[in-house]
């Protein structure tokens, strides 16, 4: 057998060179569009001896035996003396096919392409649609995928909604990250305009950060700066502005009558706060006009720590462990002018915590005014996340403790504004009952700017200092 590629740029001169070269029993073996045109591979039998086990018999009474097809010639196709037009070519091809056993009948829900793809493809590897195909120079194979084997085209579209969901996925995923991405380039980029443009708000911006104040409240203090300042006047000019800021509510615990409770987290230093606050009441008016009462039941020693400070103060100290007896205390000590309650110190993420805030909303407790003790030195996100734990309850204001271990005060002032939580006092030491004063704003505000200038300025800070042995 002869096999023979053909090239011609339409199917027109294809066929002719076939016939030209091979003659009109040529056998078209397959077809497919190439760049140029159309390349046909036709093969051709010259030996005698196959042309005995060939079926001599015409194209429709071969497809008339059951299962068998026969492969038409190329002259059976076109004829020998048939016209050698494209048009009058299809025509003859479409009728000729038109009875084959297994063709579709015109009342079929299939598309013109389908149902020629499929009464010719049975006789020949190149059907109408195919020929359509190539006037419009569109793919042969992606044609023929399409019209001839709807069932393979089926299944893959059973595959795809769960291939969709994968794929929309991470197509999600990176456009969120070339979000973030974009967005953290268009903010250095306003960053560094901010900076050609006002060079002394973005300074001052940077010295209120490293003071310790967050990034938020410190771009809204240099909103209110006036364009025209200095770097001194600006700086005095927010450190009064920040001062204006801050709640502080004075000397209310001690001015007020009625019952005061102290929470926080554990390490704060409640227990000496609330002898702190006791000897200073007691000083003001009397011994016997104040109480203290813990319901710390988790520390060891908790109660007795209380009790040796209210023998020093000479006061009543009283222990619950439930909320009723809490309640049954606060009744028999309704007398009193004062009194404190001394809570367990629990982490914000403990749900003990929770439970212990439950007691003072029992609906048998008188009201109590609950102050947040918090150290001054605890960093920004865990004051965020102490003061959130507190959500649930009203809190009449803060106490900020050991002052005197901060390198920084700008964190718990930052906090205090931002969640506008109202500053009472402050404490600076172990003493009792002279460690604790009564929060000014301009004092806090003056205090963060020492310890800055002590500690966070570069020059000061020691950080660039290099050891030697």
Known sequence: MKIRRFFGKDMREALSQVKAELGSDAVIMSNRKVADGIELVAAYDKEPEA???????????????????????LSEIIGDDGPDSLKALLEKQHGGSSSVPGSVTPNSSMTANAKHANEIASHLDFSDAFIDDIETHSPVQENVNQHAFPEHQASSIGDTPATQSAELAQIKEELASLRDVLQYQVADLMEAKNKRQKP?????????????LSNALAKQLISYTPAHYNERDAWVYLLNLLANRINVTGNDILSAQGAVALVGPTGTGKTT????????????????????????????????????YGKIIGCTVRKAQTSEELADLLFQLRHKRLVL????????????????????????????KKYLVAQANTQYPALQRIIKAYDDIELSGCIFTKLDECYSLGEVLSAAVEYQLPVSYV???????EDIKIAEAKSLVSAAAKLYKKYGLNHTSGNNAIKTA
């Open 273 to 308: 706060t609330v002898a702190k606050l006791a000897a200073r009441y007691a000083q003001k008016y009397g011994a016997e006009s104040v109480a203290m009462i813990t319901i710390d039941t988790y520390r060891i020693a908790a109660y007795e720590q209380l009790a040796t």
């Open 427 to 433: 404490t600076d030491g172990q003493k009792v009952p």
């Open 341 to 368: 309650i001394d809570t367990a110190g629990f982490s914000q993420r403990d749900s003990r915590l929770i439970k212990q805030i439950k007691q003072f909303d029992n609906g048998q407790m008188p009201n109590v």
């Open 51 to 73: 042309k005995l086990f060939k079926p001599n018999v015409s194209p429709q009474g071969a497809a008339k035996v059951p299962g068998k097809k026969a492969v038409p010639t």
């Open 200 to 212: 002394v708000h973005q300074y001052l911006i940077t010295r209120l950060t490293d003071m310790g």
